[in-house]
């Protein structure tokens, strides 16, 4: 089974990362799911367990799987997405990339209202109106909200049914965070104020306002953050 | 140096990963440079050679370096990127993806293609007008495109000067291409044409007419692949 990628140079571990990878992603292993245990995968694979154990190591470098300590190696909820896949921590100028980030949200994010607006079913509006409120409460007890924002960002995402953006939004989103100082931020009731309008068109089912309550969303984060 | 992150559950060869990870982003080594050996490694990080080898191979599997058998170890070009970085290929509905990815494009490349007209040098137009003829020389001749098509994008995005959208483009077109069969493709003078007129409003600095070839580009794109 292995033989012919042995010419490619890469090592056994490698190929037999490969293997159980195909193997997610044939569906016999579906996120969440815990593998088979080093014995198995050894006896199955037709390797020692110690090329079991490396390969698994190179799969949990690349977020494929997670290890848990005394409970076994489970298929990753976001296989493959790894903490930083865009590689911006290698980006100095952070300042700049903040700026960037959010440019590129500026780009997908209000389109992604709008087909939210289209797709969303109520349960998706429902939960996004609770985010909304537990925002609200998070931001009146002076409380940091950056998880919560996050999550209605992505709720959004996900309700476009777009398959690719709720991976995206994510990460930008959160290496925004990273990269700037968010402590000192001023428009609070503004952020509350148009989230609560952009849930609303979606909820209205109008693209068109949910569109631009995005834009204007964003418009007030970038000027906010001085971006 | 390591004695805190020891707490942190992770291997040691995970914490020697993160140091080595570390002396990069602090530009210690640059893009493209060569690491010191395993031993001038061991010595600096003091632990053991075969602890430096494992780390190795844990960056090698984010793409932060790159091993080349008997040259060395060299920090990656695009550190961090791994080949899928969005974990694209564990999403089983491929013509789905394949549009959802097409409909990214759709939101992003024509801004890109503005700031693009607002930010380019005249050497970066130079390039992109070379690359449209080395498109129509192997369209003529009824070669895959393809590889040069992607480098047309990507050198309209660098031009851009958005730090993020370079490394994002090549993936999502990437991806598509490896996804969906571009073999059958029969818009071809008219990828030529739209090619030129996009590359044309960058060199007249003018945004809104980038903007607009770019977006007539990429639908008849969509419409050409069935996406």
Redesign the interface.
Known sequence: MLESSQQS?QSLAQQVANKIESL??E?RYKTGDKLPNEFELATELTVGRGTIR?AI??LA??NVVVIQ?GKGTFVSK?????E??????????KK??SS??M??RV??EP??AKLAAENATSEEVEQMEKICDEIATLIHANENHETKDIELHSAIAKSSK????P??IPI?QTAISLFINLTNRSLKEETIETHRQIVEAIKNKDGEAAKKAMQRHLGYNKEELNL
Chains 1, 2 share one sequence.
Do not use: C, H, W, Y
């Open positions: 140079g997610i992603k569906q490396e190591k190179l470098a690349r300590r976001t296989p493959g997405i790894t930083d896949p865009l590689g911006l921590s290698f980006i100095s100028d700049r990339l960037d980030l440019d590129v780009m997908i389109e992604i777009n398959v690719v953006v991976s995206l930008i």
